[in-house]
């Protein structure tokens, strides 16, 4: 049994976010999954067999538990799985995930470089009511630090994470996570993450700069570059920040910069009657073997 490592949304290995990958796994069950996920210890781990249903079924498994969508194990999977010839060259392709089914556009750059732009499901919002204060404390800041000019929420598109408006970019290298506390404060959502952010970027590029905290149920601390949190961002910006875009917006995200692991994911959002389409753009690169 081999698993691919890949490093999503960057082109430099040692960047962006690791993953691993198991091609043919359809014979593994849920059980060996969650074994081999622990034993490798990266955030995520992807899985791609047979799908009676799509071009090609995922499934995404922490150390802890398996994830319905993962936007870098999903980055990293398609990437692995072209480069092993498992998918023909087409433009698009469906992916079964437990998300639902998703597409998956891809096409390579003139330097030879794999981009792809992944579907992200319908964006949903719910209202955060816990202590700001208590918010604060467990990701390693005061209130202060919060600002309140945009609203604090759960969000999802595909797995759920508590957006938290920050409002300045020097708080984020002074962040501390306590993730043993995170179900106790979100009592409207236990199993959530927690996804700082801040309009003041690094690079002039980006709209936006995030971290990342985990899940404790996920058996990790922190994820340097995510791919569906980033999704539901972008919908978070245009929903709550810029709302009077025309009828398509595109953003960067940048991640992963206090860990030594800065990446970016490209968020495009379409207006709908009464939502968004949103879709994220990245790529990956092989790293090694495990195992």
Not at 39 to 56: H, L, P, R, Y
Not at 169 to 196: C, G, V, W, Y
Request: glycine share 8%.
């Amino acid at each position: 049994m081999k698993v691919y490592h890949y490093d999503a949304f960057s082109k430099v290995p040692g960047k962006g976010n690791p993953a691993g990958v198991v091609l043919e796994a359809d014979n593994l069950s849920s059980e060996d999954m969650q074994k081999i996920a622990s034993q490798v210890g990266f955030n995520e781990t992807a899985f791609a067999m047979k799908s009676e249903i799509a071009d090609i079924k995922l499934r995404y498994f922490t150390p802890g538990h398996e994830m319905n969508l993962c936007g870098h194990g999903t980055m990293a999977a398609i990437c692995a799985l072209s480069e092993h010839q498992f998918l023909t060259e087409k433009a698009e392709i469906r992916v079964e995930t437990k998300a639902g089914i998703l597409t998956i556009k891809s096409k390579y750059s003139k330097d030879g470089q794999l981009w792809m732009t992944m579907q992200q499901a319908t964006p949903v919002f719910e209202a955060f009511l816990g202590s700001r204060a208590d918010l604060a404390q467990v990701i390693g800041l005061v209130e202060q630090d919060l600002t309140d000019e945009w609203p604090i929420m759960y969000g999802s598109t595909g797995i759920w994470t508590l957006l938290v408006p920050i409002k300045k970019l020097t708080s984020f290298q002074k962040m501390k996570p306590d993730n043993a506390k995170f179900p106790d404060l979100l009592q409207e959502m236990p199993r959530a993450s927690i996804h700082p952010f801040c309009l003041e970027t690094m690079d002039t590029d980006a709209a936006m700069h995030a971290r990342h905290f985990s899940s404790p149920f996920s058996g990790t601390i922190e994820d340097p570059v995510t791919g569906t949190a980033s999704g539901v961002m972008g919908a978070y910006y245009a929903k709550y920040i810029a709302p009077d875009f025309d009828e398509s917006l595109d953003i960067v995200v940048e991640q992963g910069v206090e860990v030594g692991r800065d990446g970016k994911v490209m968020v495009h959002i379409h207006k709908k009657e009464t939502t968004y389409a949103i879709e994220i753009t990245g790529t990956a690169v092989f790293v090694g073997e495990i195992g």
